[in-house]
């Protein structure tokens, strides 16, 4: 079962404009995570943001958290061409504590045109 | 440091033959697990293992066999390979308490 649900599927904008991907999870979690995948590649890890946390940085990435809608936002600034990727969020069920597994949503591509 | 590493990139079975898919990592972590990746589905995680000698399974284990002898070493079988076997393969791992994930780069599996 899908914990995380992106939105949208996919994304294509111009190289210097922003770019909002947003996640959609379903029960109460410890960290949201996300990840970025190039084409054929592996998946990276990006940024964890804790349950207990509203808004994280790191360089051009801006994450929210929003744990009473159960909804994060993923906010690429100034974009380049080389941040098109698939880009995934993760969850960890708070319920979850043996496996740690991580759920992962089926992702946002994002496009972006020089 | 090479991380996850992972191998073959690229394997073609036929129905009823098995394999291994191999994966190691170089940076002493506890956790190690295996995910495939569908299209349109995400990533579905297969087995996990929180230390040598222990494994448990995830939400998709049906057709998979893990072991983990050593703490560097987390392999997948496949016992009898069937054509929705065919996907994508990723090792991760991670230190506990940390919560990132490391992957591999990936093995991809035609079962034909």
């Known amino acids: 079962s899908q914990q995380g649900e992106e939105d949208p599927q996919a994304l294509s904008i111009q190289e210097g404009e922003n770019a909002t991907m947003n996640c959609s999870y379903k029960t109460s979690i410890n960290n949201l995570q996300w990840y970025r995948q190039n084409s054929g590649r592996g998946l990276v890890h990006l940024i964890l943001i804790r349950s207990n946390e509203r808004e994280k940085h790191s360089g051009r990435l801006r994450v929210t958290l929003d744990t009473s809608k159960k909804s994060s936002s993923l906010l690429i600034t100034a974009s380049r061409a080389a941040d098109t990727a698939s880009y995934f969020c993760?969850?960890?069920?708070?319920?979850?504590?043996?496996?740690?597994?991580?759920?992962f949503g089926s992702g946002t591509r994002l496009q972006v045109q020089p | 440091n090479a991380g996850v590493t992972q191998t073959p990139k690229f394997q073609v079975l036929k129905t009823g033959q098995s394999m291994t898919l191999q994966c190691a990592q170089d940076m002493n972590h506890e956790y190690m697990s295996w995910y495939r990746q569908d299209p349109g589905m995400g990533l579905r995680l297969i087995h996990y293992s929180v230390g040598a000698g222990i494994t448990d399974q995830g939400e998709v284990p049906n057709g998979y066999n893990v072991s983990r002898s050593t703490t560097e070493d987390f392999p997948l079988r496949l016992l009898s390979a069937a054509p929705s076997q065919t996907s994508v393969y990723f090792c991760?791992?991670?230190?506990f308490g940390t919560g990132e994930l490391f992957f591999g780069e990936g093995s991809r599996l035609t079962v034909l």
């Open positions: 993760a969850t960890v069920n708070s319920m979850d504590t043996g496996r740690r597994a991580l759920t």
């Open positions: 991760a791992s991670s230190a």
